[in-house]
Antibody, heavy 121, light 108 residues
Framework: EVQLVESGGGLVQPGGSLRLSCAAS????????MNWVRQAPGKGLEWVSY????????FYADSVKGRFTISRDNAKNSLYLQMNSLRAEDTAVYYC??????????????WGQGTLVTVSS | DIQMTQSPSSLSASVGDRVTITCRAS??????LNWYQHKAGKAPKLLIY???SLQSGVPSRFSGSGSGTDFTLTISSLQPEDFATYYC??????????FGQGTKLEIK
């Protein structure tokens, strides 16, 4: 079964750090580009970050640029998001999602179930 | 950055109704447009890719259309399990995959 499982969420104080993990199974993880997407309470989905298959290309939303770092370990079938200098507005459920490609078309599938990050004092 | 705007933000409808949700891009994105369904506490689910291609396993009551800047998602006959939030996503400016703000579909 194709599966993505996030972990590492929790309560952290403003200015603190947290590292999220996403464990992949049921597919060849190293063959897929990966992403983090978040949903703040009462808000919509926000794309956060992207990483290429070989870890040599990364992109970030302006809202997290310079504070978050995406990485992956293909040997461990795992994706990570290091979040530093956290702010209250980073409070959200964080999802990992694989990029599927068919020809020139891209979409996200599968997605994980999400992990909740709460930034509060 | 390409901005995606959905309308309406929320919608009340009854089982059996035909529902249409609109997504507009701030610039032409050809047909690089996906639609997702999201229920609380669950992973988002892909419904439509490339503006009008139905993802395998998705009921045929869902359909997508449009190109350029204007797109629609139509549910031909609402079922109880369709009440959820729907998002469009552009894949024109990869890997910057912006979403629309979502349309919450509620039971009337």
């Amino acid at each position: 079964e194709v599966q993505l499982v996030e972990s590492g969420g929790g309560l952290v104080q403003p200015g603190g750090s947290l590292r999220l993990s996403c464990a992949a199974s049921g597919f060849t993880f190293s063959s897929y580009e990966m992403n983090w997407v978040r949903q703040a309470p009462g808000k919509g989905l926000e794309w956060v970050s992207y990483i290429s298959r070989s870890d040599n290309s990364t992109f970030y939303a302006d809202s997290v640029k310079g504070r978050f770092t995406i990485s992956r370990d293909n040997a461990k079938n795992s994706l990570y998001l290091q979040m530093n200098s956290l702010r209250a507005e980073d409070t959200a459920v964080y999802y990992c999602a694989s990029t599927m490609v068919r020809g020139v078309f891209h979409w996200f599938d599968p997605w994980g179930q999400g992990t909740l990050v709460t930034v509060s004092s | 950055d390409i901005q995606m705007t959905q309308s309406p933000s929320s919608l009340s409808a009854s089982v059996g109704d035909r529902v249409t949700i609109t997504c507009r891009a701030s610039q032409s994105i050809s047909i690089y447009l996906n639609w997702y369904q999201h229920k609380a506490g669950k992973a988002p689910k892909l419904l439509i890719y490339a503006a009008s291609s139905l993802q395998s396993g998705v009921p045929s009551r869902f359909s997508g259309s449009g190109s350029g800047t204007d797109f629609t998602l139509t549910i031909s006959s609402l079922q109880p399990e369709d009440f959820a939030t729907y998002y469009c996503q552009q894949s024109y400016s990869t890997p910057l995959y912006n979403f629309g703000q979502g349309t919450k579909l509620e039971i009337k």
